[in-house]
């Protein structure tokens, strides 16, 4: 009923940025917080940063003052904004929210979702 679609990954030089998007939409009754969560090759997966419904915001320390999530609430979107980039960034990006659906019958009841990933490159 909720989808997540990731954008805007893709291979750039060490020290380049790039811009990721996530798009929300389905039965969306409200949302609670959206962020980014990565994977890199052998390794668990981690959050790179969250952004609730307040505004405030939480950044993993490795891409503290490099990376900048944002958020639009009235197209359901949330960005990461990645800049001064390293080998060490490279790995898979999720898009993750925390979602009130509106089901077909029943209250309203929130729930975890995912994108299906987008690949982050950075290499020279």
């Known amino acids: 009923q909720v989808q997540l679609v990731e954008s805007g990954g893709g291979l750039v030089q060490p020290g380049g940025s790039l811009r990721l998007s996530c798009a929300a939409s389905?039965?969306?009754?409200?949302?609670?917080?959206m962020g980014w969560y990565r994977q890199a090759p052998g390794k668990q997966r981690e959050l790179v940063a969250d952004?609730?419904?307040?505004?405030?915001?939480n950044y993993a320390d490795s891409v503290k003052g490099r990376f900048t999530i944002s958020r639009d609430r009235a197209k359901n979107m949330v960005y990461l904004q990645m800049n001064s980039l390293k080998p060490e960034d490279t790995a898979v990006y999720y898009c993750?929210?925390?979602?009130?659906?509106?089901?077909?019958?029943?209250?309203?009841?929130?729930?975890?979702?995912w994108g299906q990933g987008t690949q982050v490159t950075v290499s020279s």
């Open positions: 993750n929210a925390i979602i009130t659906i509106v089901p077909l019958e029943g209250p309203p009841f929130p729930d975890e979702y």
């Open positions: 389905g039965s969306i009754f409200s949302i609670y917080a």
């Open positions: 952004i609730i419904s307040d505004g405030n915001t």
